[in-house]
């Protein structure tokens, strides 16, 4: 069982429409981030909250941090084919430097 | 440099041969870490480092992992006598701070070992 559940593993949608991912867990974390990786490269940071009830928005791309910040979400609206890609949730439990990633959700916007 | 810079991209060895892994982290950033990507995406932490001093080296495989970042020189994660289930993609990313909360990590584009 991994510290921080993503869902959904897999998600395909058309171009135009909305989704939501989801990171779970019943720790509590410090901060977390979230990545988008690519085929072939690393992770690239798409955004860090710290705040519990925090909100972040970044052009169609909605973050948002759990009151109890143990869960986080990520909303795209009207999504596009330049979207595609793996998205990962990554978490500071406070307890050493490391970050703790979700299993990620791959997601793919059809044109 | 702005980008993290990791050599080669791809590395095949034989089961039981050495392989090295190569890591130029951003000018200025003090912490250096090590992640393992299997299959399934799961990324699995190895060690980390500040500035040329271990860390946390929690998720090392001691036997035969080993890992360096010396001042001037590409950090550097070696395996020995690599095993079939070592295949994976290796990581290093940098951070200007301990547990890049505010700042995040910077992410290689990864090396790929495949174990045969």
């Known amino acids: 069982t991994q510290l921080l559940e993503q869902s959904p593993q897999f998600l395909s949608i058309q171009e135009g429409e909305n989704l939501t991912v989801y990171c779970n867990s019943s720790?509590?974390?410090?901060?977390l981030q979230w990545y988008r990786q690519e085929p072939g490269e690393g992770p690239v940071l798409l955004v860090t909250v710290v705040t519990g009830g925090e909100v972040k928005k970044l052009k169609r791309l909605t973050f948002q941090f759990g009151d109890a910040r143990k869960d986080s979400s990520l909303h795209i609206t009207a999504a596009q084919p330049g979207d595609t890609g793996l998205y990962l949730c990554?978490?500071?439990?406070?307890?050493?430097?490391?970050?703790?990633f979700g299993g990620g959700t791959r997601l793919m916007v059809k044109p | 440099g702005e980008e993290v810079a990791q050599t080669p991209k791809h590395l095949v060895r034989g089961e039981g041969q050495k392989a090295k892994l190569y890591c130029a982290p951003i000018k200025g950033h003090s912490y250096v870490f090590w992640y393992q990507q299997v299959l399934k995406n799961e990324f699995k932490f190895l060690i980390s480092f500040q500035n040329e001093n271990v860390f946390d080296e929690t998720g090392m495989p001691k036997e035969r992992f080993s890992a360096k970042c010396l001042p001037n020189s590409p950090c550097s994660l070696e395996i020995q006598a690599t095993k079939l289930e070592d295949s994976a993609v290796y990581f290093c990313?940098?951070?200007?701070?301990?547990?890049?909360?505010?700042?995040?990590?910077?992410f290689g584009s990864g090396t790929r070992l495949t174990v045969v």
């Open positions: 990554a978490g500071d439990l406070g307890a050493g430097n490391m970050l703790t």
């Open positions: 990313a940098s951070s200007q701070e301990r547990q890049g909360a505010s700042y995040g990590y910077t």
């Open positions: 720790s509590v974390f410090s901060s």
